[in-house]
């Protein structure tokens, strides 16, 4: 498979392509944060967004991991290729991807994924609906009538957010601290960090509990859970904890709201993460919200 790689670049074997398809693209987003400091993104827009000039289209955010970058996702010819076929065939719903990153402009990734806690934290509660939603959503088709935090509100069932490994955790966050914004969530290898760092493990009491009572407080707003995890990824020893304490505490957190899915012999791999980022693909915006 051959990229050219620029400023809008696209695959020249994508499976839209034909004498009148046009191809889904790729183009980078820039803005700026609450600090006026510069930051980046990737927009994947599907091929449908260009052959159907006024249909709007839902969002998805997608998260990365420690050491990765906004790039990882999209730049990664697989993933690529599966949102391409997915979204062809029907099986994914056409649908805009966007990849941000939640480390600070002037920083490298750090030693240890423990590190990135911090990031995580200014990016939920700082940029996230701030500033990164209002750039997206004013650039491009999206359900949300402006940049507005009640624009925004008001089009939450049209919004998903995702993440892999420190993606997952950020992802958990958005869920406590930004369901008026979201209504489907897919935490992929990755458990809660709210109590403790490995809370499911450490404190699934605990962090099951914070995590129900901030759902409460936001209550009426439904939502949807898509946990996935590699089958051979040590990350489902914390996952699967706080998921059957959350099951166990709560009615909110029942098999409507919350399904678990482990990648057949996955690991904590991108190709993993892309089988497990298709699977929840096949329910975020068809299953109806309870």
């Known amino acids: 498979m051959n990229y050219r790689i620029g400023d809008d670049f696209i695959p020249v074997d994508n499976v839209n392509q034909g004498p009148t398809a046009t191809a889904s ?24 967004y260009f052959q159907l000039p006024s249909q709007r289209f839902n969002v998805t955010y997608l998260m990365h ?7 990882t996702f999209l730049h990664d010819a697989a993933f690529r290729r599966m949102l391409d076929q997915g979204m062809a065939t029907g099986e994914l719903l056409p649908q805009i991807v966007v990849t941000p990153t939640y480390y600070p402009p ?15 934290t200014d990016f939920v509660q700082e940029e996230l609906c701030q500033s990164l939603l209002p750039a997206v959503e004013t650039a491009y088709r999206t359900y949300a009538a402006g940049g507005q935090a009640q624009d925004l509100i008001d089009s939450r069932q049209h919004r998903a957010f995702a993440g892999f490994s420190m993606g997952a955790i950020t992802t958990w966050s958005v869920l406590e601290q930004r369901l008026a914004y979201f209504a489907y969530f897919a935490p992929m290898a990755g458990d ?35 946990a996935t995890v590699g089958s051979q990824d040590g990350t489902q020893n914390s996952m699967t904890p706080l998921i059957n304490r959350l099951r166990q505490l709560s009615t909110n957190f029942d098999a409507e709201h919350l399904s678990y ?18 699977h929840v693909q096949e329910t975020f915006f068809k299953k109806p919200l309870p």
């Open 25 to 48: 693209r790729l183009v980078p987003l820039s803005y700026r944060n609450q600090q006026q400091q510069p930051r980046h993104a990737l927009i994947y827009l599907p091929a449908a």
């Open 65 to 71: 991991g420690w050491s990765m970058n906004e790039t």
């Open 106 to 120: 002037t920083s490298e990734p750090t030693g240890s994924w423990e590190n990135d806690d911090g990031y995580i």
């Open 192 to 226: 809660s960090w709210t109590i403790t760092n490995d809370g499911g493990l450490l404190q699934p009491d605990l962090t099951a509990k914070k995590l129900i009572a901030a759902v409460k407080a936001s209550q009426p707003a439904p939502f949807h859970i898509e």
């Open 261 to 278: 899915w482990k990648d057949p012999n996955g690991g904590h791999t991108l190709a993993s993460a892309t089988n497990q980022f298709a």
